[in-house]
């Protein structure tokens, strides 16, 4: 056969492969920058197996207006200057149409820049910061109560069954500051006063005066705000100094690994929660997302990853109205266009004026099993 036959039946047997096999499907890119490894690793992965759940299943029946989603996540380690550096690579390099779920106030608050210089949505930070959501700002768009309301919450409930020695420890960041600032309305909502008010180094954190204070005053509850490593460093060094005092943290420790990380102090912790309980199934969207948890083989759902799935369902619902080509500027545009869109019981409404999403804030309680209950 000559080298011009050779080269035409190999084009023909070519043409006749692509002709059989089916059209390669373009992708959405969404970058994620957050802390993988380090002290919020546990809840990260919990909120992004969760998002996956949901990705997953729309990829695979069919992605959003025939366009499958790709999540491509970097780890900051809970670092601020790297999770700017990651969002800016994310933007600059992989061209992504948003970002998506990033971890911590700081961090969100350095990446903030970014989104005005760039005009990105960030959908979905997993931070209550009050911050994020007064002002408006008009690329960030939040799936998830405040810190402030959770805060408020927990103290209101906590002097509601007769404790008055409360003392509220913070680590000494935004995230601090903005919890503090609900506890203290709480606080107010009481007519009472925290026994003390103590704040703890993010990076190098020492509970000895903070527990010796718990323990000197016979505090009744410690409402202790910081990382799942933090709040469990502490606790240890609290009951070391003697001191049985109800421990009470906010959601951002809503996860198994926190859980895992508080070991033989878990029973008893109070965690506020952002999202319907994780094994009531009657809320649509909690069967959802154990349905594809359980043929995926992920195992029981936790709030992070409830937290992670509402998320992931709101930047779906996003990007399919943001049409066949969606850009930054149409899905910033699509997502002010929520109006009481469900999401399995839960209603996410946007406008130019309001980028809350959700307000829906509740308490639970850590069992014997090492289980969240309400």
């Not at 059209?23 to 802390?35: E, H, K, P, W, Y």
């Amino acid at each position: 056969m000559s080298t011009l036959a050779s080269t035409r039946r190999a084009l023909t047997i070519g043409l006749i492969a692509l002709s059989m096999t089916p059209a390669l499907q373009a992708q959405i890119v969404v970058g994620q920058t957050s802390g993988f490894t380090g002290p919020v690793a546990s809840g990260v992965k919990e909120n992004t197996v969760g998002a996956k759940l949901y990705i997953d299943h729309v990829n695979a029946t069919g992605g959003v207006n025939g366009q499958r989603i790709e999540l491509v996540s970097l780890d900051d380690k809970f670092d601020p200057k790297l999770a700017a550096a990651n969002a800016r690579k994310l933007i600059t390099e992989r061209n992504v149409v948003a970002l998506f779920m990033n971890r911590g106030t700081p961090h969100t608050e350095a990446i903030r820049p970014l989104l005005d210089e760039f005009k990105v949505p960030l959908v979905a930070p997993s931070s209550g910061a009050l911050v994020l959501h007064k002002p408006v700002h008009p690329w960030i768009f939040n799936v998830r109560a405040t810190y402030q309301r959770e805060a408020e919450k927990a103290i209101t409930h906590l002097a509601t069954i007769g404790l008055t020695r409360i003392a509220l420890v913070h680590v000494d960041d935004s995230f601090g500051a903005d919890c503090a600032i609900g506890a203290q309305k709480g606080f107010e909502r009481a007519k009472t006063k925290p026994l003390f008010v103590d704040k703890f180094d993010r990076v190098k954190p020492d509970f000895a005066a903070i527990a010796a204070n718990a323990a000197k005053g016979e505090a009744q509850a410690v409402f202790l705000i910081g990382s799942a490593g933090a709040v469990a460093d502490g606790t240890k060094a609290i009951r070391a100094a003697g001191s049985r005092a109800q421990i009470v943290t906010v959601s951002n420790n809503a996860s198994g690994g926190f859980i895992k990380q508080m070991g033989e102090y878990a029973y008893g912790t109070i965690v506020t929660q952002i999202f319907p309980y994780e094994r009531s199934l009657s809320a649509p969207i909690v069967k959802e997302a154990n349905d594809y948890a359980k043929a995926s083989g992920v195992g029981d759902v936790t709030p992070a990853m409830l937290e992670g799935y509402a998320g992931a369902k709101v930047l779906v619902e996003g990007l399919r109205r943001a049409g066949a080509n969606p850009t930054r500027a149409k899905l910033q545009q699509a997502l002010e266009t929520f109006r009481k869109v469900d999401i399995g019981g839960l209603e996410v409404s946007y406008s130019a004026t309001n980028h809350s999403g959700l307000d829906y804030a509740d308490l639970s309680i850590i069992d014997h099993d090492g289980k969240f209950r309400r």
